[in-house]
């Protein structure tokens, strides 16, 4: 069985800069795996454990994204890539979906593919869904529990807000999971140790079975981000005294005039 786990390395700071056309300038920015995605990747180890399974991560993003496979490494994955190219850049959800449906093709027929729910500098939680369907294959996002699992197919619990959904679908297919699923387990250090030498593939626009560079990067993004900006911050502080129902007033009172209530 195969699986492949899609993650993305994202800012750890929220104060990143934009440049013309509405992308985050990444170069010199400190960076971390996605944190949805330590939440896939720990639910692609938990069936290797109990499957046999082989793990295959795969990111896309400009090289040095390269430290988010070398993570999952310490974590017991089996294998890495990268998908890399300045054709991919400026890439909106459908573009980055689709590269990366061309990766996976390049490199196998995965059995399932894990996705977190979403990343934390997009937050649009349409990758996953839009890569299935590149790939023709049936799909469960906000996935919160594995019922079961085994070489044939695989039974999910699914969050609709309003109801849990049961699911029950054979491979190949994708799921994107939410965070609680699993506790994601600590890089090892045993493991940094035994894969320090272990290689990172990279795969580039001339390793894809799609040669038309209109459906890459920022010519195939048939949207733009008009505007990325930080959010106002508020640093008024207030201190009160009194007694707990005066406070209790106050508090009320200042809710209400926020809007809160």
């Not at 170069?27 to 793990?55: C, F, H, I, R, W």
């Not at 040095?64 to 959800?93: N, P, T, W």
Request: with cysteine.
């Amino acid at each position: 069985m195969k699986i492949f786990v899609c993650v993305k390395q994202v800012p750890e700071s929220s104060n990143v800069a934009v440049d013309e056309n509405g992308v985050l300038i990444r170069d010199g920015v400190e960076s971390k795996m996605n944190p949805y995605d330590l939440y896939a990747l720990e639910t692609a180890l938990k069936l290797k454990e109990q499957l046999g399974a082989e793990v295959t991560v795969i990111t896309m993003g400009p090289p040095q994204a390269e430290s988010v496979i070398k993570e999952a490494y310490m974590m017991g994955v089996d294998h890495g890539y990268i998908l890399s190219d300045r054709k991919f850049a400026g890439a909106d959800v459908l573009a980055t979906s689709y590269t990366i449906s061309q990766g996976i093709k390049s490199i196998g027929e995965p059995d399932l593919i894990i996705c977190g729910k979403q990343t934390t500098d997009g937050d649009t939680a349409q990758v996953g869904p839009a890569i299935a369907e590149y790939l023709n294959m049936p799909h469960v996002a906000w996935v919160t529990k594995i019922i079961e699992a085994d070489n044939q197919g695989i039974i999910v619990e699914m969050d609709m807000a309003d109801t849990v959904e049961t699911v029950k679908m054979q491979y190949p297919c994708l799921i994107t999971v939410e965070k609680g699923i699993f506790q994601p387990r600590l890089p090892s250090y045993r493991k940094k140790l035994a894969t320090k030498d272990k290689p990172v593939i990279m795969k580039t626009f001339a390793d894809f079975f799609d040669q038309d560079p209109n459906r890459y990067g920022l010519s195939g993004s048939p949207t733009q981000v008009e505007r990325i900006f930080n959010p106002e911050s508020n640093g008024e502080k207030v201190i009160w005294e009194g007694t707990g129902e005066e406070l209790s007033n106050q508090m009320f009172t200042k809710l209400k005039e926020l809007k809160f209530i």
